[in-house]
């Protein structure tokens, strides 16, 4: 028999993607459609947009130099102390001790201030509380492992990840501060132990009182926190030049003459 044409259904209809965007305890709430979620450009990209050395005034790197001379004419201990606290934390950052150190190792690492200070840890202490400290040992370990050696992203955009929360592991209040305090110690030689990109005394408003230089606030999808926390890192650290001891020496020049110019 021939098919019955009248009652077969048509093509369905493309359905709208939707999500509630709150909750209210008065009235419904508002429905939306959901933005198509925008994929950065590349970093090899968006970094060649970021000031650099160059872009400082002649007349300011000069006078930079001239502070930066009375600095390192100023007496300071050996750093014995922090020396070996990073040579240890080192060894407890690599895939091995990782797994193996002991849930207070990490804690500690959280509170302490040697080298720098990460600033108040009473949402993460309380996290820590909340979960035990098997859990939150594991979780903290779960971070570090994914920041250091994660795979699929560049470090700047793992490090963005586990801010904003989209990576698949994550440890409340083990943020930007530790995370930037974990790449000081895993690789003293590149990061200065600058925990913030941007607020009192960050990466952002030390290349600007300084160098007079205007680096991006970190509210795109481009300009990452990630991204510009790394970045700025490596700008401040070539623009400081030669004659430091060490990255924690150039930290504590950077904090000093802030005040200076």
């Given at each position: ?97 990782l797994a193996a ?60 990840a586990l801010v ?98």
């Open positions: 028999p021939a098919a019955n044409t009248t009652d077969s259904p048509g093509p369905k209809p493309t359905r709208t993607r939707w999500r509630r965007t709150s909750t209210s305890t008065t009235r419904p709430s508002p429905w939306a459609v959901t933005a198509p979620r925008r994929i950065p450009r590349p970093a090899a990209t968006v970094r060649g947009e970021l000031p650099g050395p160059s872009d400082a005034d002649a007349g300011r790197v000069a006078e930079v130099e001239a502070v930066k001379i009375q600095f390192l004419a100023r007496p300071r201990d050996s750093g014995s102390k922090v020396a070996g606290y990073l040579e240890g934390y080192q060894q407890v950052f690599s895939s091995v001790g150190c002991a849930p207070g190792v990490l804690k500690d690492f959280a509170n302490s201030n040697i080298g720098c200070n990460p600033g108040n840890m009473s949402v993460f202490n309380s996290a820590w509380n909340e979960l035990g400290e098997r859990e939150a040992a594991e979780r903290v370990r779960e971070v570090i492992d994914y920041l250091l050696r994660g795979e699929g992203l560049d470090l700047e955009d793992r490090f963005s904003n929360g989209s990576a698949s592991v994550e440890m409340k209040g083990f943020k930007e501060a530790l995370l930037t305090r974990v790449l000081w110690v895993d690789d003293p030689g590149r990061f200065v132990p600058l925990l913030t990109y941007t607020g009192n005394a960050g990466k952002k408003e030390i290349a600007r009182s300084i160098w007079g230089l205007r680096l991006p606030d970190p509210d795109s999808v481009d300009w990452s926190l990630g991204r510009l926390s790394v970045w700025s890192n490596d700008l401040l650290r070539e623009l400081a030049g030669e004659g430091f001891e060490h990255t924690q020496h150039i930290g504590e020049f950077l904090w000093w003459a802030k005040d200076q110019l």
